[in-house]
């Protein structure tokens, strides 16, 4: 047994239920876990880290990724969302997008998330997408923890004239897919000393139908790992989910008894009973009794002028919110920020969506939609997943609440180091294993570069990146 002591001017702890801030405190790690949390040690310890006036507190709980995309829509998904689709970007850009993205580019994205999210602030992932392998092996050189999953539907939605969303159903129902995702759970769950962990996600509730479903949730409750589905994230996904079933997606996923504790829903962010809808249901409600947990990506929505209406409501109403950030920046740091920002703007409230509230969000929500209570806290017993904040930097000072400073003010500068089962993953903003960052965003460069140039063969209209998405300001010409 190994037992480091750190020493910290903050330490955002755990007591009685809740993070507590302890001043000029010390946490005593025994190998991977936290064993002692206090203002003092006497016993003898291995290494004495003095991490001086910095902040540490737990890592973040990050509960929505895709890894193999999310850089990808840099420069140009911002300020595009048809209005025929609400604002959403699913049915034009996304599908323009995938078509024209390469085997390589995606290995690439996956390579390139790693050094993003461990940099600010994440250090446990939740991976969807379907290269598992790939995130399996990259997040294992820096030591992050991770849980994947391999996303599998029943169809797809795609739009042939930029006006209405289609279906288009496969055969098997998805099942090929299904099959590969429970392999996937039990050749890789466990690995790298328990840090990887598998769970199962059907990709839209729009694209999957009742009976695969039905089996996903039967095989989740089997092999006792979390469900994860997108669901309410557009409102022509709520239209056609009213027009199927007379009812809301959420109200139809409690008819056929896919909710609960262990199933986390990415986004609910146009449920019943919102401005978006305008169709009365209790969405929220059955949430909260359900136990269902929601992975609340902001940034995603708002850069298109789309809130939810509102965190601060679903926090009221008993929903175990976590935090994601599902795109680009794939920062826990910026998620932290506008998720209370974007409340407040919504509630017309100051006191809402606090500080302590998104901090909650990132990570004991996070934790308890894992069913992880070795998570998200600096408690003994717990996990040794942590960051040190630089207390003295300029956006930094002068500090007297630090959660207040880290989500009000903090940037990905002042996020010093990084720990995974007492171990650095990050120290002084090198990430382990990702050293060399420029090589890693030149292969991203050259692949987003094919996309851009390719997305006309996928576009309804065949229209090439320019029309799709014009530069901000036209080219400078001589």
């Known amino acids: 047994m190994t037992r480091k002591l750190i020493r910290a001017a903050h330490v955002i702890a755990f007591q009685d239920g809740g993070h507590r801030h302890l001043r000029d405190g010390v946490i005593v790690i025994e190998d991977d876990k936290i064993a002692h949390v206090g203002k003092s040690f006497e016993g ?3 290494e004495v880290i003095d991490a001086g006036d910095q902040i540490v507190t737990p890592g973040f709980v990050n509960t929505h990724i895709h890894m193999t995309e999310s850089p990808l829509d840099r420069s140009f998904v911002e300020d595009r969302g048809p209005r025929q689709f609400y604002n959403s970007g699913l049915f034009e850009f996304l599908s323009a997008r995938n078509g024209a993205i390469t085997d390589d580019a995606r290995r690439a994205c996956v ?27 990259e997040v294992g050189k820096c030591g992050v923890r991770a849980y994947v999953g391999q996303t599998y539907r029943s169809g797809r939605w795609y739009t042939d004239d930029g006006r209405t969303v289609k279906y288009e159903w496969w055969e098997d129902d998805g099942e090929g897919a299904f099959q590969k995702a429970v392999k996937f759970i039990e050749d890789f769950d466990g690995a790298q000393n328990g840090r990887i962990k598998g769970f199962l996600t059907p990709s839209q509730v729009d694209t999957c139908s009742e009976a695969l479903l039905r089996r996903s949730r039967e095989a989740a409750t089997e092999m006792k790992v979390p469900l994860h589905l997108h669901t309410s994230q557009s409102v022509p996904e709520f239209i056609e989910m009213t027009h199927r079933h007379g009812k809301t997606a959420i109200e ?9 504790d262990d199933v986390i829903l990415g986004h609910c962010i146009m449920p019943g009973g919102t401005s978006w809808t305008n169709y009365y249901a209790d969405d929220i ?3 909260a009794d359900t136990g269902t947990n929601v992975a609340h990506a902001v940034w995603v929505f708002c850069r298109r002028g789309i809130a939810m209406e509102s965190y601060a409501r679903y926090l009221e109403r008993g ?11 794939q920062s826990m740091i910026e998620a932290l920020r506008w998720t209370a920002v974007c409340s407040k703007i919504v509630d017309r409230r100051t006191e809402v969506a606090t500080a302590a509230d998104v901090f909650n969000s990132a990570t004991l929500g996070g934790a308890k939609a894992l069913k992880r209570d070795d998570l998200g806290r600096i408690a003994p017993g717990a996990k040794a997943d942590l960051l040190f904040f630089n207390a003295g930097g300029m956006f930094m000072t002068p500090i007297r609440d630090p959660i207040r400073n880290i989500v009000y003010s903090a940037q990905a500068d002042d996020l010093r180091h990084s720990m995974v089962d007492g171990e650095f993953i990050m120290k002084d903003r090198v990430v382990k294993g990702f050293e060399d960052v420029e090589s890693l965003a030149a292969k991203v460069q050259e692949g987003a570069q094919y996309m851009w140039d390719n997305m006309h063969r996928e576009d309804w209209g065949h229209r090439d990146i320019n029309v799709l998405s014009p530069n901000s300001f036209p080219e400078f010409r001589p």
């Open 252 to 260: 139809w996923l409690e008819q056929i008894g896919f909710l609960g």
């Open 44 to 46: 003898e310890v291995d």
């Open 111 to 137: 390579a390139f998330s790693v050094p993003e999210l461990v940099s600010t602030g994440t250090t446990t992932i939740n991976e969807i997408g379907g290269f598992g392998e790939d995130v399996v092996n």
């Open 285 to 287: 409600g059955i949430l």
């Open 319 to 329: 929903v175990n919110m976590t935090l994601a950030t599902d795109t680009c920046p």
